[in-house]
């Protein structure tokens, strides 16, 4: 009996990860031009053109979060992952027509106080959020 609770339980649990990681496709979300040194994981990203995947792995989330409250993103340039982070996930599936938040393509604004830099966009009901620290030039 105790060999059909484990074998339960593995099921149950194999289920349970296929669900939290088969909402998040890996891809690419387009790609951003960065005017500004800025910090990625650690990483300092120089000025320039950058390609930015989805990874669809989500990292350990904070206490209260859902599992599937952030996604790791890759930044690529090159052909080459040069820096990884993460995104907040928000839904965007009840955003009225019209705000900033529906767009598909990758916009960047500087945050007020110049202390970050947001990459957000939209896909598939859900709106990724990317906060960077700016560098001092």
Known sequence: MKTN???AFTLAALLAATVAFA???PGSLGTVRITQPVMAGGTMLQP???EIRDTGEHPTPLPGQSAEATTSVEFVKNGSVV???G???MD???QPAGTSGGSTRLRVDRLKGDEFLR???TRN???YLIYLPLMPH
Do not use: K, M, V, W
Request: aromatic share 4%.
């Open 125 to 127: 009901g859900e709106r």
């Open 87 to 89: 995104a907040q996930l």
């Open 48 to 50: 320039g053109t950058y």
């Open 119 to 121: 990459i957000s966009t």
């Open 83 to 85: 820096a990884r982070d």
């Open 5 to 7: 609770g484990t074998i």
């Open 92 to 94: 965007a599936s009840n």
């Open 23 to 25: 909402h998040h496709a």
